[in-house]
């Protein structure tokens, strides 16, 4: 699918996002770091002020030093891709260049291991990415286990403002949200729409 990054970004920036994620995979989504310093690049010569998220299978610390130089205040660390030294790695390398690390996890074992490697951003998604199926009652499962002091975002499957509402009253402080927004014409309206329910 086509799309332009720099102009779906500055939309969500208008729309309300506390956040952007820009995907720089190209094999799988097409994405590139390109597009990531593109969107950084637009946000600053604008004066928008919002975290930037490199989404990507990040594995070595190459990507992470990537990320840092192409704007990137954000990486994505998947734990289930990771060995327990490695992710603390990259955590710990990721905040001495001055970012952070979102670590998802898509079970009660894996946010476990996430929790132990220090992380102070959770994404629990909520697709199984040996099945792909979804299940969305796993934010409710694990919702309890998740200190407080760790900030909590939930990830895919979120379709309605009202799965954004069912996740803030399970105490998530944000979600991430992706293909349902671009699958419509108008993604700054789907988010607006999506952000009505928690305002």
Known sequence: ??????????????????????????????????DLLAVKSAFLSRGIVLPVLRKDFIID????????????????????????????????????????ALV???????????LDAGCSFLGVNHRDLDTLQMDLDLSSRLAGMIPDHVIRIAESGLKTGRDCLRMAELGYDGVLVGESFLTTAHPGLALKDFLTYVD
């Open 1 to 34: 699918m086509d799309y332009d990054p720099v102009a779906i970004a500055l939309e969500y920036a208008e729309s309300g996002a506390s956040g952007i994620s820009v995907l720089t995979d190209p094999r799988f989504f097409g994405g590139s770091l390109p």
């Open 61 to 100: 610390p190459r990507q992470v030093d990537e990320a840092f130089l192409f704007g990137a205040d954000m990486i994505l660390l998947i734990v289930r891709i990771l060995a327990d030294k490695t992710l603390v790695k990259l955590i710990e390398q990721a905040r001495e260049l001055g970012m952070e």
């Open 104 to 114: 998802e996890v898509h079970s009660e074992t894996e946010m476990k291991r996430a």
